[in-house]
């Protein structure tokens, strides 16, 4: 009877380490991405494409006059093919490869190893991949509304392929390729240092370089098409929640709140700016009311999934004042000519807004509690100094690169068109064609 007990005692050992089961152990099997948050993100990848086509050709397109429409829908959709191209090439791999501290390395230079079935967490690594793409792709097609109806073709696409190797993709690299900045806990949720202010900057430097259109600012330059203009904001503001929500990589209650956060801030902003507007002038308009919500989401961006609804409805009012303001200050008063206001609104509410997520993160503010401080900070002055810090350093970086960047451009091919080029429109001049045949 012994025996009989021994060797059932051996059987169940033997079936309950395993051995009876197939031959891949647990810990060989393949990790399956998880099916919500895999969808999720395919979804969020178009958002974001949609955001710059047609979202931000259409919002930029209406905004210039009708003789540069199609100049700037074709820079627009020009930067969308070559930042993909360079994305698959080398840049993606700058950003997220190993690397150092400050860029990554060229292990994954024409998506080596990126496979079917390699993850980036629970979620295919090709979807991450194309993903961060469309971030990339949106950054330097923003700085397109600083230099529109003046700047050369050949000279934007040299600028934006050379601006996204020297700033993006280091910038990117700091905060979330596990870099520097991203060590120090800062708070970036979806770019707000990574695209705004870089964007930003850049938009400011061009502005300065290549100086004013002629005419500016006594001559009135008015958006050529409002329908457009107000088209390309809604479908900005949809989008936006692919650029936000999505930046959660997971459908989860992180991503609802950067969603809920995401519209409160819009609506708010978009209210502000226009209230700013009616007090100011005597009477709101089309453009004021969607600048502001544009101004409004750009500032939410670094902030939505670490803040709570209260904090999404204050930082999109503080946009919303702030970058009225900080706009009527760069025209009016330092008369620089950025063309689309690039600078007082996505330069401004993208430091505003990474100043705010030091603030309005902490879970010690009552009915404006955040979702918390980010990795090995502790209170609430270590992470404004860290998001200052960041502010700081990518300001001076973007800045000096930026400018480098078109002065060695402007010595090789030139920046601008001539004189009577820009007179008569781009349209014709650099691409043959008309935007409307009336």
């Not at 800045?399 to 060695?408: E, N, R, S």
Request: proline share 3%.
């Amino acid at each position: 009877m012994s025996q009989i007990h021994r060797r059932l005692s051996i059987l169940l050992i033997i079936m309950l380490t395993g051995v009876l089961a197939p031959a891949v152990s647990w810990a060989q099997v393949p990790a399956a991405p998880n099916p919500g948050n895999t969808a999720w993100l395919l979804t969020s990848t178009a958002l974001v494409l949609f955001m710059t086509l047609p979202g931000l050709s259409l919002f930029y397109g209406g905004l210039v006059r009708t003789k540069n429409v199609l100049s700037v829908l074709m820079q627009c959709f020009a930067i969308t093919c070559l930042v993909s191209l360079l994305w698959f090439v080398y840049a993606y791999s700058l950003v997220f490869g190993t690397g150092n501290a400050v860029i990554g390395d060229l292990g994954k230079i024409f998506m080596a190893g990126i496979e079917e079935n390699s993850l980036t967490g629970d979620i295919p690594e090709t979807i991450f991949a194309m993903f961060q793409l469309t971030f990339a792709i949106i950054t330097p097609a923003l700085v397109v509304g600083a230099f529109a109806e003046r700047m050369k073709f050949s000279a934007m696409l040299w600028f934006s392929g050379l601006w996204l190797t020297l700033v993006y993709a280091p910038v990117a690299h700091w905060v979330w390729g596990g870099g520097w900045l991203s060590k120090l806990g800062v708070l970036d949720f979806a770019g707000g240092i990574v695209v705004h202010i870089t964007a930003g900057i850049a938009a400011l430097v061009a502005a300065l370089v290549l100086g004013r259109r002629h005419g500016f600012p006594t001559t009135a330059m008015l958006p050529h098409n409002m329908t457009m203009v107000v088209t390309g904001a809604g479908m900005l503001w949809v989008g936006w929640f692919g650029f936000n929500a999505g930046s959660a990589l997971a459908a989860d209650g992180n991503a609802g709140m950067a969603m809920l956060a995401t519209h409160l801030s819009a609506a708010a902003g978009a209210l502000a700016w226009t209230g700013m507007e009616w007090w100011k002038f005597g009477k709101p308009s089309a453009l004021g009311i969607v600048t502001g919500m544009v101004a409004g989401l750009g500032t939410i961006t670094p902030a939505s999934g670490y803040v709570g609804p209260a904090g999404g409805v204050i930082i999109g009012s503080m946009a919303g004042v702030a970058c009225f303001h900080a706009t009527q200050y760069v025209k009016r008063v330092l008369k620089i000519d950025d063309s689309l206001d690039v600078f007082p609104v996505h330069g401004v509410g993208g430091i505003l807004g990474t100043l705010a997520a030091g603030i309005f993160s902490s879970t010690d503010l009552g009915i404006v509690k955040g979702q918390g401080f980010g990795p090995g900070v502790t209170s609430m002055a270590e992470q404004f100094g860290v998001q200052l810090l960041a502010v700081i350093v990518t300001v001076a970086y973007t800045a000096g690169i930026t400018f480098l960047v078109l002065k060695l451009i402007e010595r090789w091919i030139g920046l601008r068109v001539g004189r009577d080029v820009e007179i008569g429109g781009l349209d014709i001049a650099l691409h043959e064609e008309r935007g409307y045949d009336l």
